[in-house]
């Protein structure tokens, strides 16, 4: 159709040789007119004492400029690339009428099973009481107890890595083998389309999925305020840690060409029986949310909560270690992300968060003011070198 013809156009020119050209130029003078301020001259420790120091902040007052322009040529690129292209990507994909329109009409889910938190944790460590303790695998003594219930929620990850990679798959592997939806599970008043194989992803999947690395408590951390701020404004309800609410340290992603199959994968999902520790508890259907910007209209989220097995059969293929606890049946273990987004937006997406981290890297060097000595700023400068080689190895030409 012409709506693919104009994506798979806007795909090929994604590539912008100028803009890369003048960044890299832009980067290399900033390496130049660094090593020169840095260079070594002193010979010896005493020689400094008569001497004065290089200041942060004069290397950031000489950077200045070279800083903003690579800031302000990364934020045209990312608008080139998250609206036009997209626009036109999404086209693409609306033009597929009938298998579009299951996009657009995710079932609802019931709320006795709607979930936006961590499991709860009766422990007397890592949340903030007057008798909170330190963590037995934590890493401030007790001083951080919102770090500390981070820290145990990654362990808690990597005891259930495997168990939630075992029922993703079961949903992958059914997806990619299945003739039709009916042979899913799906009835042909839902799904009366037949599954169409010439969209496929890479390896000529129908779906194909991955997972990404289990989110570091540090990182979780700044989150974690956030959601504490809401808790004081009311905006959340207050619970004994506000670390709870991060719900995304087992995530993966579905890739798929086929809008239909969203619809499927959801549903799937939403009958609990072939992944049937998987139960979805919170829905953001970005690509029908016409208030967010056009870049960020790419998937749906969601939450899924990880169900510790039903019974001994489900025990045993889980991977869990130790022995089947009846009590614990059913029970939510850990909430979990799901990213369902089409071929082309990933495309789309590995440029973008290039140019992301070129603006996020420039925001950085231009605070080095705030440090005291110069070594600091250094690490923050090789950030951008950093930088630069990610868009040479991603970027053709």
């Not at 995530?251 to 060409?257: A, G, L, Q």
């Not at 998937?299 to 614990?328: C, I, Q, R």
Request: net charge neutral; glycine share 4%; with cysteine.
């Amino acid at each position: 159709s012409g709506a693919a013809e104009r994506a798979a156009e806007a795909l090929k020119n994604m590539d912008n040789p100028c803009a890369r050209s003048s960044l890299h130029a832009l980067q290399c003078k900033i390496y130049n007119e660094y090593f020169k301020l840095v260079m070594p001259s002193l010979e010896t420790y005493s020689d400094a004492e008569n001497k004065s120091e290089l200041r942060a902040a004069t290397v950031n007052a000489i950077l200045e400029d070279t800083l903003q322009n690579i800031k302000d040529e990364a934020k045209k690129e990312e608008s080139r690339l998250g609206n036009e292209v997209t626009e036109k990507c999404l086209d693409k994909y609306k033009a597929l009428k009938q298998r579009w329109a299951k996009v657009e009409c995710l079932p609802e889910i019931s709320k006795e099973k709607e979930r936006n938190r961590q499991p709860i944790a009766n422990t007397a460590f890592g949340k903030k009481t007057t008798t909170h303790e330190a963590s037995p695998f934590g890493s401030t003594n007790g001083n951080n107890p919102d770090l500390e219930r981070l820290e145990h929620l990654v362990l808690m990850s990597r005891l259930l890595l495997s168990f939630f990679q075992r029922q993703m798959e079961k949903i992958s592997e059914q997806i990619n083998n299945a003739k039709n939806p009916q042979e899913l599970g799906l009835s042909y008043e839902e799904f009366d389309l037949p599954f169409n194989n010439s969209f496929t992803v890479d390896g000529g999947k129908r779906a194909s999925l991955t997972f990404g690395p289990i989110k570091k408590a540090e990182r979780a951390l700044k989150k974690a305020k956030e959601y504490e701020e809401e808790m004081n404004k009311g905006e959340k309800e207050k619970i004994p840690s506000p670390s709870d609410y991060v719900i995304d340290f087992l995530r993966c992603t579905f890739e798929v060409e086929d809008p239909y199959l969203v619809g499927v994968i959801f549903s799937m999902l939403l009958k609990e029986e072939i992944a049937t520790c998987l139960q979805i508890c919170r829905v953001k259907n970005k690509f029908v949310n016409d208030k967010l910007p056009k870049h960020i209209r790419t998937n749906v989220l969601m939450n899924l909560a990880l169900l510790y097995p039903h019974n001994e059969e489900e025990f045993k293929d889980s991977g869990l270690t130790g022995e089947f606890d009846s009590l614990m049946a059913g029970k939510c273990l850990m909430v979990c992300e799901l990213q369902i987004t089409m071929k082309d937006f990933l495309l789309i997406k590995v440029r973008l968060v290039v140019f992301s981290y070129f603006e996020y890297v420039c925001f950085k060097l231009q605070t080095i003011y705030e440090y005291t000595h110069i070594l600091k700023s250094l690490t923050l400068f090789l950030i951008v070198l950093r930088g630069y080689r990610i868009l040479t190895m991603i970027l053709p030409g």
